[in-house]
T-cell receptor, first 109, second 114 residues
């Protein structure tokens, strides 16, 4: 079966750095996405990795290791507005997105 | 309009009633999707359409049907609603190029079946 695992909830302090991990087992791999979802809102795109390595985009970075079936999302200089759920999703061999349950990130002052 | 719109925003429905959730996009995307999102679970794909005139079943299609008569619209119908269909429903679309499939989401419809 296909499976994506990420922690249910994490807490971090404003101004700090947090790393959200995602491990996956899917039938084929055509890329990994991270989405942000604020409570009561729709998911919005954050990043896409298809090759191994680190992709940096401002305060957010995403890392991929295909051999380990592993990714992480790194958030720097945390702000209160970063309080949200972060969804990991893998594009499988049929080009369908398989979604993790999401990690709820709580930022404390 | 710009992006994806969904209607209604929320709905309370009696069990056994028929209901159609509407979704319209103006980005000329080929592919469209319907997901449901339940607390503690990831987004689960109900149905999808890779191009106008074609549809496919996702992970949880039972009790739902879709149609794709044109590029812009992708309605989701619950023929006879049941309480287990209480959920938040998101419509999404993508360009559907082979190597990249960023999906853009509508604002969602919160459905309660009593």
């Amino acid at each position: 079966g296909q499976n994506i695992d990420q922690p249910t909830e994490m807490t971090a302090t404003e101004g700090a750095i947090v790393q959200i991990n995602c491990t996956y087992q899917t039938s084929g791999f055509n890329g990994l996405f991270w989405y942000q979802q604020h409570a009561g809102e729709a998911p919005t795109f954050l990043s896409y990795n298809v090759l191994d390595g680190l992709e940096e985009k401002g305060r957010f970075s995403s890392f991929l290791s295909r051999s380990k079936g592993y990714s992480y999302l790194l958030l720097k200089e945390l702000q209160m507005k970063d309080s949200a759920s972060y969804l990991c999703a893998v594009l499988d061999s049929n080009y369908q997105l398989i979604w993790g349950a999401g990690t709820k990130l709580i930022i404390k002052p | 309009i710009a992006g994806i719109t969904q209607a209604p925003t929320s709905q309370i429905l009696a069990a056994g009633r028929r209901m159609t959730l509407r979704c319209t996009q103006d980005m000329r995307h080929n592919a469209m999707y319907w997901y449901r999102q339940d607390l503690g679970l990831g987004l689960r794909l109900i149905h999808y359409s890779n191009t106008a005139g074609t549809t496919g079943k996702g992970e949880v299609p039972d009790g739902y049907s879709v149609s794709r008569a044109n590029t812009d619209d992708f309605p989701l119908t619950l023929a006879s609603a049941v309480p287990s269909q209480t959920s938040v429903y998101f419509c999404a679309s993508s360009v559907r190029e082979a190597s990249y499939n960023e999906q853009f989401f509508g604002p969602g419809t919160r459905l309660t079946v009593l």
